[in-house]
């Protein structure tokens, strides 16, 4: 019961289509080709998302993108 009433106060997350989004147009920008660049990745989704986006699920997206 006290989860639902702290969630009503939480922001809601982007979901993970938002997200995929937001990490791909950051590898564009940043001209991302390899799993090394995650460093400079992360600060700028995280950044774009402004706290709504999982950085776990984002770093997720970031390896599965760039370890092709």
Request: zero cysteines; a positive charge; aromatic letters at 4%.
């Amino acid at each position: 019961m006290e989860k639902k009433y702290l969630e009503t106060y939480l922001p809601n997350m982007l979901d993970n289509e938002e997200v995929r989004i937001i990490v791909k147009a950051a590898i564009k920008d940043l001209n991302a080709d390899s799993v090394n660049d995650i460093g400079k990745i992360m600060p700028v989704v995280m950044k774009r998302g402004k706290g709504l986006v999982d950085g776990n699920f984002a770093r997720q997206i970031i390896v599965s993108l760039l370890s092709k």
